[in-house]
């Protein structure tokens, strides 16, 4: 209550000083209208003059000085506020919904332009993000993907009598993957249904089919993973020989796979042998309707010697974990790594001692197609 008496008599208090402001400057034009009309012969219509000519000279200057400070003025106003509205949308996604599709596109062109200088590195960035923005519709993602290869020489009595075992043609491979996928939004089809595939292709082709889910008609495209079962042509024309029963036996001796989505084991319903490989399906009893899913698979198979090993991630995966496991006695591997990583983030990724490659990405994303590749030759 005392703050505004003490202020009321602030106020009072500056009114005698710009009085006595006033008479001064009164008085010092008085004075100087008198020296001047002593020595001069100067006349009031003369100091009457002088003082409107300088009035309108100092106000044009005032004028053109505030034009000036209110332009200035209102465009740092225009960038802060600018930046108070770029700083909202970016912290409140819920504001940026109420936009359509082009104006979030605009807004990132313009964010990403404000960051670069060079159109054409602008283009690249933009047609990146505008390629994964529409991917995202119905796309998915890996947070966990551990993939576990181990090779040997040692095969099981399930192998005797398969068409180039009698000629050492084979080395033997054991595979354990494990991964969680999570769909940003929308479905696929090979893993919407209750019955869930998986492929092994005869050729590289058709498993570059199953690997891109590009060709709707490949029944590669509908597994949920794909292998190269790498054999010999008389291997191949051995099971085309096989009735259904008989196949689905061998390819369960064989194989021996198992396959469990959200901990609920697969029964597998029928091996097909298609012209370009096999596709076998299983039957399992999870919720289709989740957004995310744990995947195990675990197989065993066959695979030529002086062939190529190919790790691909098809889809955006964080952490990856990829371990292969030899024998340095018996085998000579080579690794070529196209992890799109730069060199520096490359080293020391992986290490290899004693016969194991272990490639382990640290709190990074790795984005398709990327992967490893692995050369196995056996020693002489």
């Not at 002593?38 to 000085?65: Q, W």
């Amino acid at each position: 209550m005392k703050k505004p008496d003490k202020d009321k008599k602030l106020r009072l208090s500056t009114l005698p000083a710009t009085l006595v402001l006033i008479l001064i400057a009164l008085l010092l034009v008085f004075v100087g209208y008198v020296y001047l009309s002593l020595r001069n012969g100067y006349t009031l219509d003369d100091l009457i003059d002088n003082i409107v000519g300088n009035l309108i000279g100092v106000l044009g200057a005032f004028l053109l000085f505030d034009i000036i400070y209110n332009k200035l003025t209102q465009d740092e106003y225009a960038r802060d506020v600018s930046q108070q509205i770029t700083k909202t949308l970016m912290g409140d996604p819920e504001t940026l919904d109420a936009f359509d599709n082009e104006d979030k596109h605009n807004f990132l062109v313009s964010t990403i332009r404000s960051m670069m200088n060079d159109d054409d590195a602008v283009d690249m960035i933009v047609g990146h993000m505008d390629q994964y923005m529409e991917y995202a519709k119905v796309s998915r993602i890996r947070n966990h993907f551990n993939y576990v290869i181990t090779l040997t020489t040692e095969f099981p009595t399930d192998y005797e009598g398969f068409p180039g075992m009698e000629e050492d043609r084979y080395f033997y491979v054991q595979e354990n993957l494990n991964y969680e996928v999570k769909y940003l939004s929308g479905k696929y089809e090979n893993l919407s249904t209750k019955d869930v595939k998986i492929g092994f292709s005869f050729d590289k082709m058709s498993l570059d089919v199953g690997l891109l889910e590009t060709d709707e008609e490949s029944e590669f495209s509908r597994c949920i993973f794909n292998e190269n079962l790498d054999i010999t042509p008389q291997a191949i024309r051995y099971l085309r020989t096989l009735p259904p029963e008989e196949m689905k036996k061998k390819y369960e001796d064989l194989f021996t796979a198992v396959l469990k989505i959200d901990d609920k084991l697969g029964e597998l319903k029928t091996v097909d042998l298609k012209s370009d490989g096999i596709v076998a399906t299983y039957r399992v009893d999870y919720d289709t309707s989740a957004n995310e899913h744990s995947v195990r698979i675990i197989f065993h198979m066959p695979k030529l010697w002086d062939s190529i090993f190919e790790v691909t991630l098809v889809d955006p995966t964080r952490e990856p974990k990829i371990t292969f496991d030899y024998m340095p006695g018996k085998m000579d591997v080579k690794m070529y790594s196209y992890l799109n990583k730069g060199s520096e983030a490359n080293d020391g990724a992986y290490e290899l001692q004693n016969g194991l490659f272990d490639v382990s990405i640290k709190e990074e994303w790795i984005y398709p197609k990327s992967g490893i590749v692995f050369t196995v030759r056996k020693k002489q």
